[in-house]
């Protein structure tokens, strides 16, 4: 019997793909959600050694969104 894995890959990339599409001030506190909770589960992977891969897309790193 073979070993299985179980694979998590997080993908926060907010605005990308629907940025022509959604305002973002609509959605600003979607977004400050999300980028709140990116450390807690940060810690909780940590926490509990859950391995991950992760992908993010410029805007997520926006200090200023003009």
């Given amino acids: 019997m073979e070993n299985g ?3 998590i890959s997080l993908d926060f990339e907010l605005l990308w793909g629907v940025f022509d599409k959604v305002d973002w001030r609509d959605k600003k ?3 400050q959600n999300t980028r709140r909770v990116i450390p807690e589960i940060l810690r909780l992977f940590e926490q509990y050694e859950i391995s991950s891969t992760w992908a ?3 805007m997520l790193f926006n200090k200023y969104w003009e």
């Fill in 5 to 7: 894995a179980l694979v």
């Fill in 29 to 31: 506190k979607y977004f």
């Fill in 56 to 58: 993010t897309v410029g």
